[in-house]
């Protein structure tokens, strides 16, 4: 008798940031993705959350920590609803408002279906959205629906199809949005999108999370030199509105020309993910986005969501008394105060490299990490009162060489060597973990 094949489990674990749930309330700690119909679906269910641009989840979960009664998710180009539906997972408590935008007709279905069997209520908008009103091609990929674009000679296609078509003032104005942070991802017609949302820029200042690939990054160079053109364009209307730019992993400052010319390295090492600022990203922002790439490193391929788990919550009250438990003994990424003696960092879930530390601005240590494995490096000995920088740059295979993670921290006493402590005082990242 032939054995049936067993199902995959297709929940995925919701990032949990003690911080966050300790200041806003518990929230659901997994999320249903179905089945594996997509690349992105396949992707999450068998790697977590932390496999799929790391960089962006944390930005994005960050910022809409800061959104006000009533404020809006926009979601520009969702796939199958992923953010929105983590977005509205981890912060419907805070009534806010989350809308998706996919022109893809079987991949919206598959966000219908996800949003509807988590319970959820973001909206759904089976549009494209660019600098003008009508109708277009969508242009299909031939290697994975995640890149389907407006724009011709992205990628190898498989055909076209027509799509209606608008701009984000138009339909924000129609939807009655008011946005807070809106998300960006089009394949290459971002610059469009940002020309039809001059309006609502202007008038309600949201953060924007971008996605600005390098010129070598497609099949044909097609309209490559129009398509900077409008890049630039709609990048200096943006900054003469008061308007920055940073790198989402790096959370770097750069000037207009600057951005330009990292379109003009290598896809590899450039940067992909871009915040909008329409403020400085301050010390709590900083902290904030911290906490959550810690939060999100944790969820991986190492630590699949269990059958029992399916459907619990993550508690304020017991993270609360998680972070009561380990106040004296560890610190970790995104901690603003040092309270115990010789903190240590814990790490990241990376598939290989060398990170090295760097403490006020001087090397001072280094360690190898193996593929899939926690690192973790002791800081110094005795730190002196007043705030402390300390940074990690990673070179690894997947990631180039890069500043990783910085946190800042202040110590209001001079901390001595350690005395001998009990074993649990030094833990891994996975003991944080409800």
């Known amino acids: 008798m032939e054995r049936k094949k067993e199902k995959r489990m297709t929940f995925i674990r919701v990032p949990c940031n003690p911080h966050a749930v300790k200041k806003g309330g518990g929230y659901k700690a997994t999320l249903d993705m179905v089945d594996e119909r997509t690349s992105l679906q396949r992707k999450l269910i068998l790697g977590g959350l932390s496999t799929w641009e790391p960089d962006v989840s944390p930005v994005i979960f960050a910022l809409m920590e800061t959104a006000p009664h009533n404020a809006g998710f926009v979601d520009v180009g969702a796939h199958v609803g992923t ?8 912060y419907a408590r805070g009534v806010i408002t989350v809308d998706a ?20 209520k973001f909206g759904i908008h089976r549009r494209a959205l660019s600098s003008f009103i009508g109708e277009a091609d969508l242009i299909i990929c031939a290697e994975s629906e995640s890149s389907n674009s407006l724009t011709r000679g992205f990628r190898e296609s498989s055909g076209c199809i027509t799509v209606p078509v608008s701009t984000l003032d138009a339909a924000l104005a129609e939807l009655k949005i008011v946005p807070h942070l809106i998300k960006i991802d089009v394949e290459t017609h971002e610059a469009n999108v940002l020309l039809g949302a001059l309006q609502t820029i202007a008038a309600t200042r949201p953060w924007i999370v971008c996605e600005i690939l390098p010129e070598q990054d497609r099949v044909s160079s097609e309209r490559a030199s129009e398509k900077t053109h409008d890049l630039y364009r709609a990048l200096r209307a943006i900054q003469e509105l008061g308007y920055t730019f940073y790198q ?3 959370l770097h400052r750069y000037t207009l020309d600057e951005v330009m010319q990292y379109r003009k390295v290598s896809a590899p090492a450039s940067p992909r993910d871009w915040i909008l600022a329409p403020k400085a990203v301050d010390h709590e922002i900083w902290e904030s986005i911290t906490n959550w790439r810690m939060a999100v490193s944790a969820c991986n391929w190492t630590h699949p969501v269990q059958t029992h788990e399916k459907y619990t919550y993550y508690d304020a009250e017991k993270v609360d008394e ?6 004296w003994s560890v610190t970790a990424p995104g901690r603003n105060h040092v309270s115990g003696p010789r903190p240590k960092i814990c790490g990241l879930g990376i598939a290989g490299g060398i990170v090295t530390l760097i403490q006020d601005g001087v090397e001072v240590a280094s360690a190898t990490v193996s593929k899939r494995r926690y690192w973790s490096i002791r800081l110094a000995e005795e730190w002196a009162p007043g705030w402390h920088t300390v940074s990690l740059r990673l070179a690894s295979p997947d990631r180039g060489d890069a500043e990783y993670l910085t946190t800042r921290f202040k110590v209001r006493e001079t901390l001595s060597p350690p005395a001998p402590r009990t074993p649990h005082a030094s833990i891994s990242p996975s003991e944080f973990r409800l």
């Open 83 to 90: 953010y929105a539906a983590l977005v509205e997972t981890v």
């Open 101 to 120: 935008f996919e022109p893809t007709p079987a991949v919206a279905d598959t966000a219908e279906t996800i949003r509807n069997v988590n319970g959820l």
């Open 248 to 250: 989402a992993k790096s």
């Open 322 to 327: 998680r972070l009561q438990d380990h106040r």
